[in-house]
């Protein structure tokens, strides 16, 4: 069974840093792209930003409201994808959820509440 | 960036009711269309991946269709736990974008 579990939220100051994980298990980790989806409070969906697969390197993709402020990046022996966020603004306070990027986004974890205030 | 909007915004239908949500790209996007079901609280679910094929484990009462520009969802017999936020998303291109959600109450 497919199982995302993400961690890390929390409350941070605006210009702060905080560190995402995102634990995946049940499928193999390394063949799969995988992408970070935001929701702030009452708001929509918004995507973050995508880990391609080993084979093209888990080169990154990103939004254009986070470029240069947050990386994705995994940790293969660990099945870990995490999201580095520096300079954090009021306006990225929102559940960050991680997902896998197949068939569409076919399986998302739970999410992780990340305050800027 | 590709533009998704949704109609309705919301919608009040009851059980048993046959419930169509329309989504539409610009510019089009083939079909590399996902729609997904959120509960309040809860993280989305995928229901329909290329616009029409149901994932896996998601009843037929589900239905998805379109290409291009123009996309819908059809729920064929409305049921209490289908009662929910449903959102179409493009994965043709970056930034992958979302529409602004159909609520769908009783």
């Known amino acids: 069974e497919v199982q995302l579990v993400e961690s890390g939220g929390g409350i941070v100051q605006p210009g702060g840093s905080l560190r995402l994980s995102c634990a995946a298990s049940g499928f193999t980790f390394s063949d799969h792209y995988m992408d970070w989806v935001r929701q702030a409070p009452g708001a929509g969906l918004e995507w973050v930003g995508r880990?391609?697969?080993?084979?093209?390197?888990?080169?990154?993709e990103y939004a254009a409201a986070v470029k240069g402020r947050f990386t994705i990046s995994r940790d293969e022996s660990k099945n870990l994808l995490y999201l580095q966020m520096n300079s954090l603004k009021t306006e990225d306070t929102a559940v960050y959820y991680c997902a896998r990027g197949r068939n569409g986004f076919d399986s998302w974890g739970q999410g992780t509440l990340v305050t800027v205030s | 960036d590709i533009q998704m909007t949704q109609s309705p915004s919301s919608l009040s239908a009851s059980v048993g009711d046959r419930v169509t949500i329309t989504c539409r790209a610009s510019?089009?996007?083939?079909?590399?269309l996902t729609w997904f079901q959120q509960k309040p609280g809860k993280a989305p679910k995928s229901l329909i991946y290329?616009?029409?094929t149901l994932q896996s484990g998601v009843p037929s009462k589900f239905s998805g269709s379109g290409s291009g520009t123009d996309f819908t969802l059809t729920i064929s017999s409305l049921q209490p736990e289908d009662f929910a936020t449903y959102y179409c998303?493009?994965?043709?291109?970056?930034?992958?974008?979302f529409g602004p959600g159909t609520k769908v109450d009783i």
């Open positions: 880990s391609r697969n080993k084979d093209y390197r888990y080169t990154p």
């Open positions: 998303q493009q994965y043709i291109a970056h930034p992958f974008t």
């Open positions: 290329d616009a029409s």
């Open positions: 510019p089009g996007i083939g079909n590399s």
